[in-house]
């Protein structure tokens, strides 16, 4: 009888930017749920490799503590590791115990490996069983947008994985492109011209700052020609 590590796929498949994020039912903290049942707000699916771990537990905190920060941008927060809903259960109590912050949101109980799978969540030069340390933003649309893995060692940053979905909603909002380092409120980067008349104009312009004619920013409250 082969063993759930045997069974994995030693080469896992990663799903890619801008495809459809792979649906899935499964058990969790809060019952069964579908991704599919979230269509219309933005997933923040994150997996851990364990409960009752001190890493995992930290990112935990601090998830549910900024959790309403992600409602108030329309995005819901899903947990997953390959431990079961009790071990979720008296993790999440335990947390609640020590820590005095409430997980209110789902935790996937992935027994089977079968979510982990599909989002090319198990590294066997990780771990055989346990699942990485994985972020995946998915817009209201139900399609990837971004996804961040990080090492065993490495703990994430909330502020981080906010800034991301900062940065994907103003941009699909806006028409726009945010630079490295970027926070709300800054200034954004307009797209570069696709041709070489707009290319002559933009070197002109006084609606951006400009910088060169490939490269300009302008402020979210100030709209070109105003």
């Known amino acids: 009888m082969s063993t759930p590590a045997q069974s994995l796929d030693k080469s896992p498949t990663i799903p890619r930017i ?3 994020a792979p649906d899935f039912e499964a058990k969790s903290t809060q019952g069964q749920l579908k991704l599919s049942d979230f269509k219309g707000k933005w997933v923040v ?3 851990h490799p364990a409960d009752f771990t001190p890493v995992c537990t930290t990112e935990f905190v601090e998830f549910a503590k900024r959790s309403d920060e992600f409602k108030k941008r329309n995005v819901q927060l899903i947990g997953l590791s390959v431990d079961s ?3 979720h259960i008296a993790w999440i109590r335990n947390i609640n115990q020590n820590f005095g912050v409430s997980v209110d949101f789902p935790v996937i109980a992935d027994l089977d490996t079968k979510v982990a799978q599909r989002y090319g969540l ?3 030069g990780a771990s055989e069983t346990a699942t990485v340390r994985a972020v995946f933003v998915i817009d209201d649309k139900g399609v990837i947008r971004a996804l961040i893995y ?10 981080e994985v906010l800034r991301v979905v900062d940065g994907l909603q103003t941009a699909d909002t806006n028409a726009c492109a945010t630079p490295a380092n970027w926070k709300p409120g ?3 980067v307009v797209p570069p011209p696709q041709t070489l008349a707009d290319a002559e104009a933009r070197a002109k ?7 060169d004619w490939y490269f300009a920013k302008r402020n979210l409250s100030k709209s070109a020609g105003s």
């Open 85 to 87: 809903v009790p071990a």
């Open 18 to 20: 801008n495809e459809p």
């Open 150 to 159: 990080y090492p065993m060692s490495l703990g994430r940053n909330i502020d």
């Open 122 to 124: 198990i590294h066997p």
């Open 45 to 47: 699916l994150f997996s």
């Open 186 to 188: 800054e200034q954004v």
């Open 205 to 211: 312009s006084q609606d951006y700052e400009v910088t």
